[in-house]
């Protein structure tokens, strides 16, 4: 009996191993089978505005400028006279018109001058009286022979004299008269005070600076290019500006080249005038594109090339996956307000990423968002990659 229960307890622990043996043999292929399966593919949805079509579009060649606005027109109110500033109530960013009184300063002591040169020029006059009554006198005697010919000439140099004392007179009346006038500063040009140097009660000497005037209607840039740059600039080439704190870009026109190199660096300043000047001020930084010419070429745009590789590629659209396209760069220009970039190694109607859609590994599959198309390359969002 005892014989019996052993071989029945050896029987029993047999029988527990090999059933922990099926489990973990079943657990086994369960993972292994898991393992297997194929994963499900993760699908990225891109909106229409993440996608543009590489096409012909036309490019303003040019070459970068950059520089400052200033006003085409500008003026400095100067004094013209010493003295007391009086009445000076405009200040920056008010409006003034041309002709309008701007200051004034004090004109008792020029009113005094005035007076006292029209006094000396009333005593001339009364000088010329006696001596013309004495050449008169002198004149008769002599016809009657009671005195001599020498006594007659004194007496007209004296008149001579007196007369060029009295026009000296005069001229220092009107030296006096301009002087006062030179108290009332005015406008010279419709614009705005930029900058006010003087205060009210301020004593001022000759030709110190009181306000400026800039006329905002007409801005022009004025850029610097390199010697080799200029010979292919020309008046009336267009150029699209773009300025700090403005997001839309400003069309400009060269009106004016220097015809003289800066000494030293060699440039040359091309003056570009601005078309809309709304909203611009003067001293505002710019840079953009100066057009030489205009080609016809394949391109995307510039928001689509990334530069995360040793060459600069573009993520295509191939079906329903991303392939990572190397790409040729060529020239860069605005097109309908989309900084553009031809591109080799792709071909007219090709779909590309644009920054938007962010980096996405090559044969990732995608998808577009419901009702969306490809956006035309022109209409593609600017911003760089």
């Known amino acids: 009996m005892k014989k019996y229960a052993k071989w029945l ?31 499900a593919e993760s699908i990225i949805e891109l909106a229409a505005s993440d996608v543009a079509v590489a096409r012909v579009v036309e490019l303003s060649e040019g070459l970068p400028i950059s520089g400052s606005l200033k006003a085409a027109v500008s003026a400095v109110v100067k ?32 009113q005094a001058r005035v007076r006292q040169a029209q006094q000396s020029a009333d005593a001339s006059k009364a000088q010329i009286d006696i001596a013309q009554r004495t050449y008169d006198n002198n004149k008769a005697l002599v016809n009657q022979g009671f005195i001599s010919s020498t006594a007659l000439e004194t007496s007209a140099a004296s008149l ?49 600076r009181v306000v400026e005037i800039i006329d905002l209607s007409r801005l022009e840039l004025e850029a610097m290019l390199g010697a080799a740059d200029s010979v292919d600039v020309r008046v009336g080439q267009q150029a699209v500006l773009r300025f700090e704190g403005r997001s ?12 003289s190199a800066v000494a030293g660096s060699r440039s040359v300043l091309v003056y570009l005038s601005v078309a809309n000047a709304q909203g611009l001020r003067q001293g505002l930084f710019a840079q953009g594109t100066l057009g030489t010419a205009k080609i016809q070429t394949l391109s995307v745009p510039l928001s689509a090339v990334r530069n995360d590789k040793p060459a600069p590629y573009v993520q295509v659209l191939q079906g329903n996956s991303v392939v990572h396209q190397s790409v ?37 599959k995608v998808k577009m968002a419901s009702a969306a198309k490809p956006a035309a390359a022109a209409s593609a969002s600017p911003s760089s990659p």
């Open 9 to 39: 307890l050896a029987a029993l622990v047999v029988l527990a191993l090999g059933a922990a043996g099926m489990r973990m043999v079943a657990a086994r292929k369960a993972e292994q089978a898991k393992a297997a399966a194929p994963k």
């Open 79 to 110: 004094a013209r006279v010493s003295g007391e500033l009086q009445g000076l109530t405009v200040r920056e960013g008010e409006s003034v018109k041309a002709g309008q009184v701007i200051a004034r300063i004090d004109a008792s002591e020029y």
């Open 248 to 259: 839309d870009s400003v069309n400009a026109t060269v009106t004016r080249i220097n015809p």
């Open 160 to 208: 001579a004299a007196a007369k060029s004392t009295h026009a000296s007179s005069l001229a220092a009346v009107d030296v006096a008269r301009k002087s006062l006038d030179d108290t009332v500063l005015k406008a010279p040009i419709s614009g705005v005070i930029s900058q006010r140097t003087a205060q009210p009660g301020e004593r001022v000497g000759i030709d110190a």
């Open 328 to 364: 040729e760069l060529g020239t860069r220009g605005d097109a309908q307000g989309t900084t553009m970039v031809a591109v080799k190694n792709v071909t007219a109607g090709t779909q590309v990423t644009l920054a938007s859609a962010g980096f996405i590994r090559e044969g990732t």
